[in-house]
């Protein structure tokens, strides 16, 4: 299956400072997702991104497909950014494509 | 709902029972998922439906779990016989039928198997 692997694995930031965090994949995909994982285990959404460059407020995300990787950048960032960090994406292995295979996550840790 | 609603949020068991967890979807979404997510890795995909049938189950583990969703909303996970392996976060998601879009997780149910 599609293998997804997200760097760094962990990330510490003083509040203020600006980040990026990558995914790379194995193979090309139909979507992807960058997910937030807040402390008590809310998975939010991000980004549905699966090719081009997206942003929302501090956020923005791109992927290149062709190349198979996404980042996210993450501006000034606050204490509440903390938490873990996902890419989730599906393959385009045609037929039914719905399954969404995530990375080990970046843990981030914004300090006041 | 306006957003994925999951209960029990935790569950403590002992080894050998019977579990059931149950997931609400957003309204108006006929995709249903169900995910698994161990301390520190990322969710695992369980189990796929789109309205009442199972499109794809080969993510669950063993046949000790078992999900149905009758009415093509609602859906219950269930274990039997469970094991201090299946202590995880269960996660519920749903989309939009025929869009392999976003999906929405719920807050997910914490099961603990003593």
């Known amino acids: 299956g599609i293998q997804v692997e997200q760097s760094p694995p962990d990330l510490i930031l003083q509040e203020g400072a600006n980040s990026t965090l990558r995914c790379n994949f194995s193979?090309?995909?139909?979507?992807l997702q960058w997910f937030h994982q807040n402390p008590w285990g809310q998975l939010i959404n991000l980004f549905y991104?699966?090719?081009g460059t997206k942003q929302n407020g501090r956020l923005s995300a791109t992927t290149v497909a062709t190349e198979r990787y996404s980042l996210l950048y993450i501006s000034s960032s606050q204490t509440t950014d903390s938490g873990v960090y996902f890419c989730?994406?599906?393959?385009?292995?045609?037929?039914?494509?719905?399954?969404?295979?995530f990375g080990k996550g970046t843990l981030l840790t914004v300090n006041p | 709902g306006a957003g994925v609603s999951q209960t029990p949020s935790n569950k403590v068991t002992e080894k050998g029972k019977y579990v059931e967890l149950r997931c609400d979807p957003i309204?108006?979404?006929?995709?249903l998922y169900w995910y698994r997510q161990s301390l520190g890795q990322g969710p695992e995909f369980l189990i796929y439906?789109?309205?009442?049938?199972?499109?794809?189950d080969s993510g669950l583990p063993n046949d000790r779990f078992f999900a149905v969703r009758p009415e093509g909303s609602v859906s219950t996970l269930k274990i039997q016989r469970t094991e201090r392996g299946d202590s995880a976060v269960y996660l519920c998601?749903?989309?939009?039928?025929?869009?392999?879009?976003?999906?929405?997780f719920g807050e997910g149910s914490r099961l603990t198997v003593l």
């Open positions: 998601a749903s989309s939009r039928q025929g869009y392999t879009g976003e999906l929405f």
């Open positions: 193979d090309s995909v139909n979507n």
């Open positions: 991104i699966p090719s």
């Open positions: 989730a994406v599906e393959d385009d292995s045609g037929g039914s494509n719905y399954k969404l295979t």
């Open positions: 309204s108006g979404h006929t995709a």
């Open positions: 439906f789109q309205g009442t049938g199972a499109a794809d």
